[in-house]
């Protein structure tokens, strides 16, 4: 069965403290992984695509990496304003996606 | 450029009544799937379609439910006689397609059934 872990499912820093979150999938063709993030109320946010093992992507103080069967988001030196559930999710070989239950994140002043 | 669009953003309905959730995707984009999402759990896929057609609806509940995507208009998905079971919040994604598969979310709609 296609299946996508998050670990951990909730993680608490303080402002500056730089850490990783941890996306294990088994599933039985890739066609790709992808991060979101998503604050309370709203839709994901698109944050990164990678499509195969050793690829690495950045944003601001976030940078994403894939392996064959996990992907990390590291967060560097993260701001309150980056508090919101990360998500990751794989396309399959079918057609449609499957998403993780996500990590919340909260980063304390 | 607009995002994703999608309303209404609340809608109560009483068990039994229908809901129609309105998708418009951003523009250029001819690819729209519907997600749907419960309290503390994760999104789930319920089907992908493209203009006119529906490529994939393996995630979406045999009965009661239907998603259109016409030539004009936004997308739309129905849920016919809805039970307390399908309060949660939908979400619709579009993607331009063309060997893009990045996907654009909507605000979604927040469906609550009495």
């Known amino acids: 069965e296609d299946q996508v872990t998050q670990s951990p499912e909730a993680l608490r820093l303080q402002e500056g403290e730089s850490s990783s979150l941890n996306c294990s999938y088994t599933v039985s063709g890739l066609r790709g992984l992808f991060w979101y993030r998503q604050d309370p109320g709203k839709g994901p946010e698109f944050l990164f695509t990678l499509y195969s093992a050793g690829e690495e992507k950045e944003k601001e103080r976030l940078k994403a990496t894939l392996t064959k069967k996990e992907s990390f988001l590291h967060i560097t030196a993260p701001k309150p304003e980056d508090s919101a559930t990360y998500l990751c999710?794989?396309?399959?070989?079918?057609?449609?996606?499957?998403f993780g239950p996500g990590t919340r994140l909260s980063v304390l002043p | 450029n607009a995002g994703v669009m999608q309303n209404p953003r609340h809608l109560v309905r009483r068990r039994g009544q229908e809901a129609r959730l309105r998708c418009s995707p951003m523009k250029g984009h001819s690819h729209v799937y519907w997600y749907r999402q419960l309290p503390e759990e994760g999104l789930k896929f319920m089907v992908y379609l493209q203009k006119e057609n529906i490529i994939d609806e393996s995630g979406m509940p045999k009965e009661r439910f239907s998603a259109e995507f016409p030539k004009e208009g936004p997308s739309i998905l129905r849920i016919q006689q809805v039970v307390r079971g399908d309060s949660a919040a939908y979400f619709c994604?579009?993607?331009?397609?063309?060997?893009?598969?990045?996907?654009?979310f909507g605000p979604g709609t927040r469906l609550t059934v009495l």
């Open positions: 994604a579009s993607s331009p397609g063309k060997g893009s598969l990045e996907q654009y």
């Open positions: 999710a794989v396309r399959l070989y079918g057609q449609n996606f499957v």
